[in-house]
């Protein structure tokens, strides 16, 4: 089974996204992760003003199966959270990319986007 | 320990089943979807590969005494072709697992047949061995798990599917065995299952569980679907629900009390009478959670601000769309509708007592 993995994003290793969006980064989970999880029925995310670390843990997720933290691949404050997500986080399993991203934040330095895995990087890790 | 991997093993990962550790055996958890896979249960019909539950064949002129003992229920009340489902405990009446004995139709190999869970086959057989020597019985008792596929095939048009492959099916009432050729393949044709739903257990030579496999076209479920089926409808998962080393329960708490015949002479039986008199302390419940969350095995649960209890099972029920769990509180917090809490990430969520089954 192979997993889309989007040119246009950053990865960490515990397979949270990032992607640039004209200054401001969206956060979410990989098709990878979501497809590992099974049905997700259940996200539990940071608000809006609050402050996330790089590496930290911002939220939870879960699964029927399973309870899994998210992590941060980098610094910021939050400036948008998807609320579509409470009364449907099967949108996480339906389209992780886009309809199904978590957050949007205020990088403290856009530059620590360089320091995540590059889609390739990522590709070869999940293998 | 190599995990034991079940007859069918190959043609799950080919069918691309994401596979788990489950009581000693390689198996699988999900196929597609657990929500798909449990809504196919509980709205049409789904097959589970469940070889990995024990499959113990007891024989000899007091086979029928030796199962009588050691299990809770009143095994002389069952005739050729009867299921039942029991407990088999130990001297203070503590559940070591669950299980159902056939007594098998005429012309069987074997006069009893049951079913312990998956990786208590070894023990279960030594433990009736022991109890055979010890009481100087007359009987052979056979550990025959490798011997035997088993496939579940449950849901509201299990029979219906069953029919096109077999004879009459639906002759077979609920809790009775017979033999039947499914496929071509010779099966015992048990009316039995732990989802909820009507639907039958197949037991065949091991050799066979390709040829059966592949004739009942349904969706295939993996131990996912088959954990919130079984959660939903309230029945024990051995080894979380009660364990006799980490939550040693009797089958009064454990709310099988209908399992259990006191006026048969089994080990624990006099154990039980005394908790049958008093009442037990604790109970298992059914809740349901009012907020947004999922109440998870180990979780805490509260009432009147101090710690009663805790989670065994949990989970977001596909069918009603919330979160619901089981765990065992102290009966005064046991009637339905009383207002308990659930620790979830050391936040206290509301949940409410509720009579089982939750469908």
Not at chain 1, 41 to 57: A, K, M, T
Not at chain 2, 81 to 99: F, N, S
Request: hydrophobic share 40%; aromatic share 8%; charged share 25%.
């Amino acid at each position: 089974m192979s997993f889309k993995i989007p040119d246009d994003c950053r990865y960490r290793e515990t397979h949270e996204w990032a992607r640039d969006e004209d200054g401001s980064v969206r956060i979410g989970i990989t098709d990878f992760a979501q497809d590992e999880l099974g049905d997700i029925v259940f996200v539990e995310l940071p608000s809006v003003d609050e402050r996330i670390e790089q590496g930290e843990e911002f939220g939870v997720i879960e699964s029927i199966k399973a309870v899994s933290d998210l992590y941060a691949p980098l610094s910021g404050e939050v400036l948008a959270v998807n609320d579509d997500l409470v009364d449907a986080p099967e949108l996480v399993n339906d389209d992780p990319f886009d309809d199904g991203w978590m957050l949007e934040i205020e990088p403290t330095d856009e530059t620590d986007l360089e320091e995540l895995l590059s889609p390739e990087e990522y590709e070869a890790q999940t293998v | 320990m190599s995990l034991r991997t079940p007859p069918l093993g190959g043609t799950h990962a080919d069918r691309g089943a994401k596979l788990t550790e489950f009581g000693g055996w390689e198996m699988p958890v999900e196929f597609d979807s657990i929500r798909t896979e449990h809504t196919a249960v509980r709205e049409s019909v789904g097959k589970f590969d469940v070889s990995h539950m024990g499959e113990i064949e007891v024989s000899g002129p007091d086979a029928t005494a030796l199962m009588d003992r050691l299990t809770t229920n009143d095994v002389t009340a069952l005739e050729a072709g009867d299921a039942q489902y029991a407990a088999i405990t130990d001297e203070d009446g503590v559940m070591l697992d669950d299980t159902v004995v056939y007594r098998l139709p005429e012309g069987s190999d074997a006069e009893y047949l049951f079913v312990p869970n998956a990786g208590h086959d070894a023990e279960t057989h030594d433990r009736w061995v022991e109890y055979a020597d010890r009481w100087d019985l007359d009987v052979t008792v056979e550990n025959a798990t490798e011997s035997y596929g088993m496939i579940a095939v449950q849901g509201p048009e299990a029979i219906d599917l069953l029919g096109g492959l077999c004879d009459s099916p639906g002759s077979v009432s609920r809790f009775t065995v017979e033999p039947r050729s499914v496929a071509g393949v010779a099966c015992l044709l048990a009316r039995t299952g732990y989802t909820g739903e009507d639907g039958v257990e197949l037991l065949f030579d091991a050799a066979d569980s390709r040829a059966v496999w592949s004739a009942l076209e349904c969706q295939p479920c993996g131990l996912g679907a088959r954990d919130t089926l079984r959660l939903e409808a309230g029945f024990l998962l051995s080894g979380q629900d009660f364990d006799p080393e980490t939550n040693p329960r009797n089958p009064y708490e454990a709310g099988i009390g209908f399992a259990v015949d006191l006026g048969t002479a089994f080990v624990g039986r006099d154990a039980l009478a005394a908790v049958a008199e008093t009442g037990p302390e604790e109970e298992l419940v059914g809740f349901r959670l009012a907020e947004r969350g999922i109440a998870r095995h180990g979780y805490e649960i509260r009432a009147d601000g101090a710690p009663v209890g805790t989670v065994t099972s949990g989970t977001m029920s596909p069918t009603l769309g919330e979160a619901i769990g089981l765990g065992y509180v102290p009966v005064e917090f046991a009637d339905p509708g009383t207002e308990i809490g659930v620790v979830v990430r050391s936040e206290t969520k509301p949940a409410v007592v509720e009579e089982l089954p939750f469908y």
